[in-house]
């Protein structure tokens, strides 16, 4: 028995036709960087996410550090972001020269608790980076109205939220800018690395289209000190073939979702709760137990690919030792990284491998020390 924890081979198998068509139609027209595949991507995502401008750019990390930078965040500045996110988020902001402030996560929904963000602010935190984790939009009515409070820039990481909802809006258009990645293993992910900042923001569109191009909109004529982060045209070819798909895949991740929900009721494991205002998309699906490393090994044991995001809290990492703010005690964050199990999540998984891994966490988990028994809806 296999069951991995994301298909990418059952996506290949049926997408293969449209795949190989597309990327035939890069090479007959040999335009490997910054082609018409890339413009042509960038329009659709930014409709697609309902705001005015995408930016194609290398990954999902260059994607964090150049909306940081275009937007003046920089030397001397403070971010504020979740501990329990991965170190992308934390590398960002570093990156630009600016120090992360590490806050804890509401218990319920695992993303940034808005009620520790007013504690964390000082004279020198210039942004927020909220992150969307596991695919379910962060509180952003009560972040937005603390941030401009305080007069802070938000920069979504959206890079788990591909196409999540919230509001009236969609994951991307809740901020100044948002970071996407398209690793292969997100909801929307290409055939290597790949990133995007959307925004309606047209000074921001036009400084990023020239940063990660060398800093030239015109040929060798350098208006700034840009990088090189170009999502590259294959890249961008794949990405538009799996766009037309990204809608009925996250509504098959939810209908999953409720499956498992249904199945594990009674097993003992804290559900993952749904927030009243976003639509949960489920990158993945993370469940939490008191005995979680003993069921991680019978999941791999018999086959089942389960994982753990994230074992190691940001300021926990070497990479972190000292540079990062804590200016609370992180009390989920510490204790949660011991529980949290993410289960085979991905839209290919059959209703009959759900039962399957339901059943064995059903058999050998039990309840966190810390459970309580958690509403459906936060
Ligand atoms: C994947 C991910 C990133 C980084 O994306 P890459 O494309 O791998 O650089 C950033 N933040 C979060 C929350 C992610 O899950």
Known sequence: MSIPLVNLKAQHHELKK????AIDHVLSRGDFILGADVSSFEEEFAAYCEVEHCVGVGSGLDALVLALKG?????????????????????????????????????KTFNLDP???SQAIT??????VPVHLYGQPADMNRIEAIANEHGLKIVEDAAQAHGARYGEKRCGGLGQAAAFSFYPGKNLGGMGDG???VTNDENLASWLRSARNYGSQVKYSHEIRG?????????AAVLRVKL???????????????????????????????????????????????????????????????????????????AFNGDCVVPNPLEYTATFCDEILSLPMCPYLSDADVETVSQIV???ATAPQSAEAEPAIA
């Open 18 to 21: 449209e795949i190989a068509s």
């Open 71 to 107: 937007l003046g965040i920089g030397q001397g500045d403070e971010v504020i972001t979740a501990a329990n996110t991965f170190i992308a988020t934390a590398l960002a902001i570093h990156h630009v020269g600016a120090t992360p402030v590490l806050i804890d996560h509401d218990p």
């Open 115 to 117: 009620s520790k963000l």
């Open 123 to 128: 004279s020198q935190t210039k942004a927020v």
């Open 195 to 197: 990133g995007a900042v």
């Open 227 to 235: 990088f090189n982060s170009r999502l590259d045209t294959m890249q």
């Open 244 to 318: 037309r798909h990204l809608d009925a895949w996250n509504a098959r991740r939810r209908e999953i979702a409720s499956q498992y929900r249904e199945l594990l009721q009674s097993s003992g494991v804290v559900l993952p709760t749904e927030h009243r205002e976003g639509e949960h998309i489920y990158h993945l699906f993370v469940v939490r137990c008191g005995n979680r490393d003993e069921v991680l090994s019978v999941l791999n044991e018999r086959g089942v690919g389960a994982g753990i995001h994230y074992p190691t809290p940001i300021h926990r990492q070497a």
């Open 362 to 364: 059903t058999q050998y």
